[in-house]
């Protein structure tokens, strides 16, 4: 069994968890168990707080992890990244009071900043050349500010309405974050095997999240064209339909050039175009 740490509460975990389910792994969920096991792959998972399980993982207590990039660059783990997850897309920013003038960083020079990342806060201070002063709280940043505390905040963001219901407004951005799988370094053989299932199941699921599967009908004479705009993972599957003369299409599409290629297939005599989700993506 491999065992797997996740943040116990909060949209990583929700997003976690749903990874996870989208892998097709059952297990039972419950907000009074801080691990559980599932019902149909050697998974064991466990619900812990976002900081501690860097450590975990590289202690071997658990063997793998999700995690935000912004708590493992900040333990200074990156060694343990496997690879990016693209979710939970998040950003660590410097705020300051609604009102307080800000030009550019230097801005920041002999301030006090309130953070719960000190060492990404320096990090990107140092490579500005500004020197401030950082105090390191562990929650409720946000009001820093306005006890006195602090003169700015440095602080994840994802939509930006706690910073202005606390009467702060975003400046700068210090770091980019998304969910990262990690791993520790020194798996056993079989746990290794079992990382490496999950991993090709997660790649199938991500791979089918950026893709879109249409079917659309056109006139034979037509089907050179549509096929030029058509890549799919090969090349597009048509088959003859029963009126003579028509054939049906079938591909698969980047979710970004989606739009695009829809318009130029429908200028290029494409009809009844249909487009269905793909759950799942093998190449």
Known sequence: MIRLAIQKSGRLSEDSLNLIRECGISFINSSLKLKTEATNFPLEILFLRDDDIPGYVADGVADIGIVGENVLVEEGREELQVQKLGFSRCRLSIAVPKNEAFDDITALEGKNIATSYPNLLQTYLSGEGVQAHIHTISGSVEIAPSIGLADAICDIVSSGSTLISNGLREVQTVFRSEAVLIAHQNLATAKQQLLDQLLFRIDAVRKAQKAKYILLNAPNQAIPHIKSLLPGMKAPSILPLAEEGWSSV????????????????REAGAQGILVVPIEKMIL
Do not use: G, P, T
């Open 250 to 265: 079938h591909s698969v599409v980047n979710e970004d050039d989606f739009w695009e290629i829809i318009e130029k297939l």
